[in-house]
């Protein structure tokens, strides 16, 4: 089965650091995408990509970057990490531009103090 | 600001009734409706989905329901067990939008 593997589970952060969220897809799948989760809002798109080296933003990706050098690894990165940005960030990849099904990673749970 | 509308926030049902979570979305350009579940600690999980042309599609206990002319769909779940207990999210594709979630609890 797809494994998509988030590099921390909990993570906190200072005010201002730059901050890197890692996720990792073990099924050579085209597709990679960054939600974040949040109470009463749902999952927002922040980022996504669909190959190597593209990427195109969601909802809102205001404060957020995003990296994809190799086809396996999707970076999530907080240039100047905020405390709005405490949040449960969800990776998720899927096969290709058609496909219907996202397999996610667990999260990794943002505190930013 | 949410491209796909999700309703209730939270529902409560008793074993064996009925659960229905609404969605509606504006944007045409959707071309596929999934519908998300997800247990606590754990990603989101595709549960069913349904393409536009087709008003109705069911997978054992689960029924989504679909009104193109009303950009409006809905998830039934038939004789809710505790076990569906959890949160739901339907979606939107392209670039896959998702809607605030429902949490459903299911009373034995």
């Known amino acids: 089965d797809v494994k998509v593997t988030q590099s921390s589970r909990y993570l906190v952060k200072r005010t201002g650091e730059k901050v890197f969220l890692e996720c990792v897809q073990d099924m050579d799948h085209e597709n990679m995408f960054w939600y974040r989760q949040d109470p009463g809002l749902g999952l927002r798109l922040i980022y996504f990509?669909?190959?190597?080296?593209?990427?195109e933003k969601g909802d809102i990706p205001e404060g957020y970057s995003v990296s994809r050098e190799k086809k396996e690894r999707f970076s999530l990165i907080l240039e100047s990490a905020s405390t709005n940005q405490t949040s449960m960030y969800l990776c998720?990849?899927?096969?290709?531009?058609?496909?219907?099904?996202?397999?996610f990673g667990s999260g990794t749970q943002l505190s930013v103090l | 600001q949410q491209q796909v509308k999700q309703s209730p926030q939270s529902l409560i049902v008793q074993k064996g009734g009925i659960s229905i979570i609404n969605c509606a979305y504006e944007n045409t350009a959707f071309d596929y409706f999934p519908w998300y579940q997800q247990f606590p600690g754990k990603g989101p999980a595709l549960l069913i989905a349904?393409?536009?042309?087709?008003s109705e599609k069911k997978e054992g206990r689960f029924t989504i329901s679909f009104n193109k002319s009303a950009k409006q769909f809905s998830l039934h779940i038939m004789d809710s067990q505790p076990g569906d207990s959890a949160t739901y999210f339907c979606a939107a594709m392209r670039d896959m939008r998702f809607g605030a979630g429902t949490r459903l609890t299911v009373k034995p």
């Open positions: 990509s669909y190959d190597v080296k593209m990427k």
């Open positions: 998720a990849s899927s096969l290709n531009r058609g496909a219907v099904k996202l397999f």
């Open positions: 349904i393409r536009p042309d087709v």
